[in-house]
């Protein structure tokens, strides 16, 4: 098999300062990745990255293009990149205000996606947009409404959805349940992984929740000084973790 | 052993292709503290195992001996030091995450002690998602699980509500049933029994006797020692794999 996203040596560098350095994974389709580590460890470095957000200074970032195989989007003309994050790609973004267009309406939000990809018929973009409020459980009756009109934990499933309606195959998310109060974080959660075996869709997470990893994600990469530390499957990294710096991650979680 | 070209392995059922299900050879394992003065603690050393196919292996031995370290390191959740693991044809001492993956979802079954769940998912889907991963339709994945939930006699108004708020007598026997919801090759056990009145363990020790006769190769941990002695051909006492304290 092929996979999606083949990343080889990536590194980024603030000036003197690693951001993330020396970072190489596959990742193959259906895939979901952790990324965890404490704050400047360079992990949403590494994702913007990826995601063709910041421009790494060395390595590739190989994606398999519908068209033409696998491809380096670093490299890409930036048209293509954005052609890419528009239909193949998608980002959840932590604050759901900065996915989200807050003054138009959820129905228009999720219906703006639909248009860059070549969408005109309005009927059938209201349909698709109603369809999918209903997945991510925002009511019918609220299509109308604007984000900031909606709860936090609404806005960020209304971002879920503008994201995933135009069946992306790669979806990156920046701590998509930080902020959210538990039972709201559960009931994402829960979405979220219905989505992802539903789709197909491959995954990069990045949080510093080690219980959110624990339930979304297939393999888990821990991340400090921007460095990779330890990789592997996520229920080995987090019970039998090798390097020190894992073991005080995992020993330092608070216990309900 | 049969070699085949371009399928991949898992379409053919591995019971099909080996005699010999699970094999451990000579693995050892130790946990390495780094915060705590990097103490490096061994706790098992030459440990070899076979489990043939419709064949049930009790690991005995005293608490901390190495039961369910063992057990760990068969279904991948501990990392080996040393040895091999075979599952089939994989190593599972060095495979890739997502071969291990694989493994566990249409060849690896495992029955922890404790069910570990999303908060909020309703019992029967809980209980139906090892079917849905290896795309059962959800119809009939939902009614192979309303079997199972009705069988190991939980209520049935139960089963739309989340398992997280259950005795640990009900917790235990979802995640008996979501462990049985597929036939798997090959099961680890951990205890299955433990917290279970007696018709229910007499449920469990029939459904374990069923996966034997459909070739199912288990290894299983139970300190009731008449369950053992009904359901398991053979016991290894782990006790041999700990390494003697340096003196």
Not at chain 1, 10 to 35: N, Q, W
Not at chain 1, 148 to 170: C, D, E, H, K, W
């Amino acid at each position: 098999m092929t996979p999606l996203l083949q990343v080889s040596n990536i590194a980024k560098f603030y000036g003197h300062r690693i951001g993330c350095t020396d970072v190489s994974f596959d990742l193959y389709p259906g895939e979901v990745m952790g990324i965890v580590g404490e704050s400047g460890s360079g992990k949403s470095t590494l994702l913007n990255c990826l995601a063709g957000h910041l421009t790494p200074d060395t390595g590739a970032v190989r994606f398999d293009t519908r068209t033409d195989g696998l491809r380096d989007t670093v490299t890409m003309s930036e048209p293509e990149r954005r052609m890419l994050s528009r239909t193949d790609w998608a980002f959840v973004h932590q604050h759901a205000r900065d996915g989200l267009r807050m003054n138009v309406s959820a129905g228009g939000n999720v219906g703006e996606r639909l248009m860059a990809v070549g969408a005109r018929h309005y009927g059938d973009i209201r349909a698709t947009a109603t369809d999918w409020l209903g997945r991510v459980e925002i009511s019918e009756d609220r299509i109308d409404d604007r984000p900031t009109a909606f709860s936090g934990g609404m806005q960020q499933r209304l971002q879920i959805a503008r994201n995933l309606v135009t069946g992306p195959r790669l979806v990156f998310m920046d701590e998509p349940t930080g902020g959210l109060d538990v039972s709201v974080q559960a009931r994402l959660l829960d979405l979220l992984r219905g989505l992802v075996r539903e789709m197909n869709l491959s995954a990069i997470i990045v949080t510093h929740d080690l219980a959110v990893v624990r339930l979304l994600a297939d393999r888990l990469m821990v991340m400090k000084d921007g460095h990779v530390v330890e990789t592997g499957l996520t229920d080995q990294v987090l019970d039998d973790p090798q390097h020190g710096y894992t073991q005080l991650l995992v020993s330092s979680v608070l216990q309900v | 052993m049969i070699r085949n070209t371009g399928t991949p392995n898992f379409l053919f059922p591995l019971s099909c292709r080996f005699k010999l299900m699970i094999s451990v050879e000579n693995v050892s394992k130790s946990f390495t503290l780094h915060n705590q003065g990097a103490a490096v603690i061994p706790v098992m050393r030459g440990a070899s195992l076979q489990v043939a196919r419709g064949e049930c292996v009790a690991l005995v031995g005293a608490s901390g001996a190495g039961k369910s370290t063992l057990m760990r390191m068969i279904y991948g959740n501990y990392l080996a030091a040393a040895g091999r693991i075979m599952i089939g044809d994989v190593d599972v001492a060095v495979a890739q995450p997502r071969d291990i993956l694989q493994l566990r979802r249409y060849t690896l079954g495992y029955v922890s002690q404790f069910l570990r769940v999303v908060p909020r998912v309703p019992t029967v889907a809980v209980v139906a998602e090892p079917l849905l991963a290896t795309g059962t339709p959800r119809d009939a994945a939902l009614a192979r699980a309303e079997v199972l939930l009705d069988r190991l006699n939980i209520p049935q108004r139960l089963w739309s509500l989340s398992p997280t708020t259950f005795s640990g007598g009900e917790q235990q026997r979802v995640n008996i049933a979501r462990g049985f919801a597929y036939d798997y090759p090959a099961l680890l056990l951990d205890e299955p029994t433990a917290s279970l009145d007696g018709t229910n363990r007499e449920v469990v020790m029939s459904m374990i006797e069923q996966a034997k006769a459909r070739g199912a190769a288990i290894i299983g941990i139970f300190h009731d020692e008449a369950a053992r002695a009904r359901v398991c051909d053979r016991e290894i006492d782990v006790t041999g794999f700990t390494p003697k304290a340096a003196a």
